[in-house]
């Protein structure tokens, strides 16, 4: 089993930025893919980032390109979104997940992710 906590969310202003954590504890080497979704009342759960533990390869959805970057320490077990100029439209819960294999054509896929956290919520308003 693995165990995804996350951690960083909150209330900010548009223009802002916070960083997301994700600490994973238990059979950490059983992963390769750590994804970050998010999900906004009303809306379907969509991909935002995804690393890959072996290769440090990444992925982001077209809306968070120049603005989120996604990093781990992989000593520490624990992945990072760094997310800058947020837009009202960025707030949601964001999902930490953990896949057994790194897909980077179909890496937003909430269907290829075996674990996930409980979430965090990010709220971007004035």
Do not use: H
């Amino acid at each position: 089993q693995l165990q995804l906590v996350e951690s960083g969310g909150g209330l900010v202003q548009p223009g802002g930025s916070l960083r997301l954590s994700c600490a994973a504890s238990g059979f950490t080497s059983d992963y390769d893919a750590t994804g970050w979704f998010r999900q906004a009342p009303g809306k379907e759960r969509e991909g935002v980032s995804c690393i890959s533990t072996s290769s440090g390869l990444t992925n982001y959805a077209d809306s968070v390109k120049g603005r989120f970057t996604i990093s781990r320490d992989n000593a520490k077990n624990t992945v990072y979104l760094q997310m800058n100029s947020l837009k009202p439209e960025d707030t949601a819960v964001y999902y930490c997940a953990a896949g057994v294999l790194y897909d980077g054509s179909y890496w937003y896929i909430p269907t290829l992710y075996d674990y996930w956290g409980q979430g965090t919520q990010v709220t971007v308003a004035s």
